[in-house]
T-cell receptor
Framework: KQEVTQIPAALSVPEGENLVLNCSFT??????LQWFRQDPGKGLTSLLL?????REQTSGRLNASLDKSSGRSTLYIAASQPGDSATYLC????????????FGKGTLLTVNP | GAVVSQHPSRVICKSGTSVKIECRSL??????MFWYRQFPKKSLMLMAT?????????EQGVEKDKFLINHASLTLSTLTVTSAHPEDSSFYIC???????????FGPGTRLTVL
């Protein structure tokens, strides 16, 4: 059974700081890995999707890496802004006939002005 | 990205009543739709997977007679919480995936409160 762990559970940083969110998973036989953002009481916004054959994806100030063999992914946020404050969720996608997303509990990020 | 809507966004009901939540893919055909539940400070947990025109596949521990899922068309899936109880209060989120299965697109969620 796939298990996804995100560390830290919460993080508070001053504006402008670069930061790294961590995600680990127990079963390396994954199809894709996806990072989401969730604002309080809202749905999910997809940030980056990394296919299993890729090592990283970049979008603006965000960079996500994937190391399948070690079961790890990181989300790097550069020059953080107060608007980045949200919960960040990592989800591992299993492919084939059992296609499903397994989510971590998330990291609650607060960027202080 | 593709757009998925959910209705209602928020619902409050009395214990024992049934509540229906709609999930629509607005600009793509969702051959598969997924229903998730999220309790406070917990992960999103997959409840069931539904393919258009066939019965839903429920995850272990999810009561199929309590959470009725219908996926009658390529753009609409419904989740009906039957005889709701306070412990069913949660945030329910649906997602849709097209035939290529490369990505799921998520709805904005429905907050259910059972009194």
């Amino acid at each position: 059974k796939q298990e996804v762990t995100q560390i830290p559970a919460a993080l508070s940083v001053p504006e402008g700081e670069n930061l790294v969110l961590n995600c680990s998973f127990t079963d390396s036989a994954i199809y894709n890995l996806q990072w989401f953002r969730q604002d309080p009481g809202k749905g999910l916004t997809s940030l980056l999707l990394i296919q299993s054959s890729q090592r990283e994806q970049t979008s603006g100030r965000l960079n996500a890496s994937l190391d399948k063999s070690s079961g790890r992914s990181t989300l790097y946020i550069a020059a953080s802004q107060p608007g980045d404050s949200a919960t960040y969720l990592c989800a591992v996608i299993s492919g084939g006939s059992n296609y499903k997303l397994t989510f971590g509990k998330g990291t609650l990020l607060t960027v202080n002005p | 990205g593709a757009v998925v809507s959910q209705h209602p966004s928020r619902v409050i009901c009395k214990s024992g009543t049934s509540v229906k939540i709609e999930c629509r893919s607005l600009d793509f055909q969702a051959t598969t739709m997924f229903w998730y539940r999220q309790f406070p400070k917990k992960s999103l947990m997959l409840m069931a997977t539904s393919n258009e025109g066939s019965k839903a596949t429920y995850e272990q521990g999810v009561e199929k007679d309590k959470f009725l899922i219908n996926h009658a068309s390529l753009t609409l899936s419904t989740l009906t919480v039957t005889s709701a109880h306070p412990e069913d209060s949660s945030f329910y989120i649906c997602s849709g995936a097209g035939a290529r299965y490369n990505e799921q697109f998520f709805g904005p969620g429905t907050r259910l409160t059972v009194l």
